[in-house]
């Protein structure tokens, strides 16, 4: 008796070697979707087998070659005394203490996923608060020297129409105020990309404080795994494993449903 889990799908890519495990069955395999995708699927003992991993199919044929490796060598099973070889259509067998241990480890890396997750963003959080007040306060420094070019400029101006008055030659004076013009220009430019340097670095910080869980919410969280989830999860383990025995007839179908404790 052994179990097979069906997924059928439709495009096959490429016809791989024969299994060298099972030399007289050939496995047809397509290339593999995702780790756990991996499409195959084979004809054995005049039944088509078909899985949405090619692993699957080895193993329900190395199970049906190898009764040590089906439910028919199970301790539990075997204790409850059932007969799996007459004439039985479907077995289910689920070993809950297996699948609570697997789901309280799932809801632990779900919380630790969260505490990693935060920490990377606080991180970038204090890589960004930095960055932040280096512009301000460059920013602030090129405002003063702005400040001080258009004093400059301004007072420039000045000499120049009082020499223009007087008949003067001014045309030095001409060069430096427009050396200190340009210079006017290329600080204001500075100062427009801080301004958008800084608005991005808030828009950032807006972001990761709007996706940060509040640490006041993370011990809500750890409190609510220690004291109900795992709890709970240790209470359904006391159910060991639960099995159904379906028979289907001509006028009707009967399951039945067995269940092993700790």
Sequence with gaps: VYLLHVFFFFLMIRRPPRSTLFPYTTLFRSLPFAKNLQPGYCFYGGYLLISDNYKVIEKAIAVSKNESLSLLANEDLNKLGIDLKGKTNQVVFMQVNVFFDKLGALAE??????VSRNKTMANRKSQLLKSVVQSAREKKKIQIEIAQLK???????????????????????QKVEVLLSENLKIKKEKIKIIKEKLEKMNDALAEIKQKMVPEKKLRA????????????????KQTKAIISKSVYGENKSVTYYYSIKE
């Excluded at 004093?151 to 004076?173: F, H």
């Design 221 to 236: 969280i750890r409190l609510y795994l220690d004291k109900a989830v795992h709890p709970i999860i240790d209470g359904l």
């Design 151 to 173: 004093s400059e400029i301004g007072k420039l101006d000045g000499e120049i129409q009082q020499m223009k008055d007087e008949g003067l030659d001014v045309a030095a004076k």
């Design 109 to 114: 890396r779900g919380y630790n996923w969260l």
